[in-house]
């Protein structure tokens, strides 16, 4: 896909990687962009910023209603979205000790929100016989988030639901991508590292920290070539072949390094 004319959806679209991707599917000849996120305001500046091809949308992804409502004002207003970029996320911070209202939002807004947008846009694009989900996951989806176990699990299970679409819908005309980014210059990760969060430390130290305009890059160059799996870091596919290869050997390279980083 090329962005020349297409209507886009991004939610989450007012953080980090969100805003970066809003700005540079403008950039690349977008006819319309939804700005989508909590934050009704600071979706409201990306989009005065981005200009007229820009139109903020206050979403909380995580009540279905208001993603279908989403869906069918964007379809209304301009016939059809041909890119829906699932890519608002939710860190924990904890390990099992996170209450089940923390898990609860976790699986809510990384994984039930991708299942909402699908279920809202492929009706859609199933009848125009095309259309692209970019699911933003993470590299914590095909590895770990060393000091956030709800995030690793979601991940892992939203990169699962992204694989899941491509097989069942790749034939039909409908696109998936999983936009796998490791350390990534946003509040998501600073905050972490403001804090001395292991996870965020873990992150720092196992490659470049990229920023948003990079991981937009990286989006960009992927969705040209119909790519499933996204890497904005390449060495992830690395670690992810060792964690395949000798899961053991991985996970002792893994405590190594937690050890390194605690000493
Ligand atoms: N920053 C990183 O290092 C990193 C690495 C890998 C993957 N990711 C993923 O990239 C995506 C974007 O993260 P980011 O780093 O830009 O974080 P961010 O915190 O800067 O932005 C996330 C955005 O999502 C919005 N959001 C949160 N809950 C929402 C909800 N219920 N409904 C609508 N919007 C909601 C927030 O308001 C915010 O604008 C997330 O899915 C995250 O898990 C981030």
């Not at 991004?10 to 970066?20: D, F, L, Q, S």
């Not at 072949?241 to 996970?251: C, F, K, L, N, S």
């Amino acid at each position: 896909m090329n962005l020349t004319d297409r209507i886009v959806v991004v939610t989450g679209g007012a953080g980090g990687i969100g805003a970066a991707l809003s700005r540079r599917f403008a950039a690349e000849g977008a006819a319309a962009v939804v700005v989508a996120d909590l934050d009704a305001d600071a979706a409201r500046a990306v989009a005065e910023d981005i200009g007229p091809v820009a139109h903020a949308r206050a979403l909380d992804v995580t009540d279905e209603e208001q993603v279908r409502a989403l869906v069918a004002d964007t379809e209304q207003r301009y016939g059809r979205i041909d890119l829906f970029c699932a890519n608002a996320g939710v860190t924990t911070g904890g390990g099992v000790e996170i209450d089940d209202v923390g898990w609860d939002r976790s699986w809510r807004v990384n994984v039930l929100a991708h299942v909402y947008s699908a279920r809202a846009v492929l009706p859609g694009m199933l009848a125009r016989g095309g259309g692209h989900l970019l699911h933003t996951c993470s590299a914590a989806g095909v590895l770990t988030a060393v000091g956030d176990a709800a995030y690793t699990a979601t991940k892992h299970a939203s990169v699962g639901f992204a694989e899941w679409l491509a097989i069942t819908y790749r034939d039909r005309g409908i696109r998936v991508s999983a936009l796998c980014p490791q350390g990534v210059d946003t509040p998501m990760l600073a905050d972490g590292l403001a804090d001395g969060h292991l996870g965020a430390r873990v992150v720092a130290a196992s490659g470049a920290v990229l920023t948003p305009d990079q991981v937009a890059d990286a989006a960009i160059a992927g969705l040209a070539e119909e790519r499933f799996l996204i890497l904005p870091h390449p060495e992830v596919a690395d670690y992810a072949r060792r964690r395949a290869e000798d899961p053991d050997g991985w996970q002792a390279g893994m405590r190594k390094l937690i050890r390194r980083l605690t000493a």
